[in-house]
């Protein structure tokens, strides 16, 4: 397989596919925890190291797994490497800890690390796999950090880069922070801009945005017509079995 080839996995999740800005996966943490830079950079390493090894291991597995319990035993995968990752961060980052809170277990059943096991990782390789994994995590976290940025430093005035070093931007040029961008119709607002950020730029360049969701849009379309299958299978089953 060339150079070229893997370098598009990796920075597939960068700037053409996008988990955040451009399938619009994984919104919910998006909104909830970018009210900080450091909350956003720490979410984001959080997952991408949860997709790294999650991807890694199911590729691994992927001739073993049956098919019937795939999902199941993706979630038990990534729980697993969701627990391993919490357990250090509150080691090491307690602070990172108590500002993520509930949402870094919920990096479980976060739909990018899923969708990417369910699309990528279960049918490719170990090393591509390992390279979706690493370029979806940084687009994640480019995205949370962008947020959180913009979010603090109009929200706060001052970027906290810990609970003792904190950098006060806009004080000097008489501008006051604007509580809003702290609180949910914040975040909307600066997702919305990202997202038409990314859209202008998509244009550029010559691709297509999103402009609607919907089935055909939607970037999980593929697995839920696997899941369609397996229960019209599964059906069918049951409807021999109650025949006989």
């Given amino acids: 397989m060339s150079k070229g080839k893997y370098l598009s996995y990796l920075t597939g999740g960068i700037i053409k596919e996008n ?7 994984g919104t919910c943490p998006t ?8 909350n956003g950079v ?4 959080a997952a991408t ?13 992927r001739h073993v797994i049956p098919n019937k ?4 035993a993706f979630i038990t995968i990534i729980a697993g490497f969701v627990t391993i990752v919490q357990m250090f961060v509150k080691a090491f980052a307690p602070s990172v800890n108590n500002s993520l809170g509930i949402f870094l277990p919920l990096i479980v059943v976060n739909c990018i690390i899923l969708a990417r096991a369910e699309m990528f990782a279960c049918k490719n390789p170990v090393l591509p796999s390992i390279l979706d994994g690493l370029g979806m995590g940084i687009g994640f976290t480019a995205t949370l950090a962008a947020m959180g940025l913009i979010r603090e430093i109009f929200g706060t005035g001052m970027i906290t880069l810990s609970e003792t070093v904190r950098i006060p931007l806009t004080s000097g040029l008489g501008i006051e922070p604007m509580l809003i ?3 949910p119709p914040g975040g909307f607002f600066v997702f919305g801009l990202l997202i038409a950020l990314s859209n202008k730029l998509a244009r550029r360049k010559g691709k297509k945005p999103i402009e609607e969701l919907g089935c055909e849009n939607c970037p999980s379309k593929s697995v839920c017509e696997l899941l369609e299958q397996d229960k019209q299978k599964i059906d069918k089953e049951q ?3 109650a025949d006989e």
Wanted: proline share 5%; charged share 5%; hydrophobic share 65%.
């Fill in 49 to 61: 190291v949860v997709l790294i090894c999650s991807n890694m291991v199911i590729s691994l597995l």
């Fill in 239 to 241: 409807e021999g079995l």
């Fill in 42 to 45: 720490g979410m984001g390493v």
């Fill in 31 to 38: 909104l909830a925890v970018t009210t900080s830079l450091m």
């Fill in 181 to 183: 961008f702290i609180l």
């Fill in 19 to 25: 988990p955040v800005l451009c399938l619009l996966l």
């Fill in 69 to 72: 319990v795939r999902i199941p």
